[in-house]
Antibody, heavy 117, light 108 residues
Framework: QLQLQESGPGLVKPSETLSLTCTVS??????????WGWIRQPPGKGLEWIGS???????YYNPSLKSRVTISVDTSKNQFSLKLSSVTAADTAVYYC?????????WGQGTLVTVSS | DIQMTQSPSSVSASVGDRVTITCRAS??????LAWYQQKPGKAPKLLIY???SLQSGVPSRFSGSGSGTDFTLTISSLQPEDFATYYC??????????FGPGTKVDIK
């Protein structure tokens, strides 16, 4: 059974870059069965898909965030990462990583990232 | 882009009630739809995929139906542990996905 764990700073200053890593265990990130994704949830609000990546490095981003998002994969470490640039308070959210097989069947526990000076 | 809507935004119900939540897509998505349950402070949990297939381990009181643009999630007999927020998600444009805004089920 897959397990995913997010890691990274919980506090980011406005205009800086948010960086998170998701470590996958219990399976290979190079599996042809899965894409890997980032999803976020602002406090008290709904879920927003940020982007998805395949082990080959192919990426797909939410058009509303595309100009600020970079998702990458490191197959040697069984990890994938998120970078979100020029953050504002509106980017404050719980950030989840998930395995995507059309649907998000395994999720990390989520990590709260607060954007504040 | 495919937009998802849900109704109602919230529903108050009692244990044992039958609860139905509706999800609508802005364009046809065949059966590429999932339902998730989220409890406070927890990650969402996949309940239903492909519109009507029950994820392993999910109680049979949960069921899904629909195709095209209109979908429903039904909880046949609401249990105390079912009080949560429910989200639909389209996968027609996978690996791009879109979630609905959520429906909160709380205690009457």
């Amino acid at each position: 059974q897959l397990q995913l764990q997010e890691s990274g700073p919980g506090l980011v200053k406005p205009s800086e870059t948010l960086s998170l890593t998701c470590t996958v265990s219990g399976g290979s990130i190079s599996s042809s069965s899965y894409y890997w994704g980032w999803i976020r949830q602002p406090p008290g609000k709904g879920l927003e898909w940020i982007g998805s990546i395949y082990y080959s490095g192919s990426t797909y981003y939410n058009p509303s965030l595309k100009s600020r998002v970079t998702i990458s994969v490191d197959t040697s470490k069984n990890q994938f990462s998120l970078k979100l640039s020029s953050v504002t308070a509106a980017d404050t959210a719980v950030y989840y990583c998930a395995s995507l097989h059309d649907y998000a069947d395994y999720w990390g526990q989520g990590t709260l990232v607060t954007v504040s000076s | 882009d495919i937009q998802m809507t849900q109704s109602p935004s919230s529903v108050s119900a009692s244990v044992g009630d039958r609860v139905t939540i509706t999800c609508r897509a802005s364009q046809g998505i065949s059966s590429w739809l999932a339902w998730y349950q989220q409890k406070p402070g927890k990650a969402p949990k996949l309940l239903i995929y492909a519109a009507s297939s029950l994820q392993s381990g999910v109680p049979s009181r949960f069921s899904g139906s629909g195709s095209g643009t209109d979908f429903t999630l039904t909880i046949s007999s609401l249990q105390p542990e079912d009080f949560a927020t429910y989200y639909c998600q389209q996968a027609n444009s996978f690996p791009g996905i879109t979630f609905g805004p959520g429906t909160k089920v709380d205690i009457k």
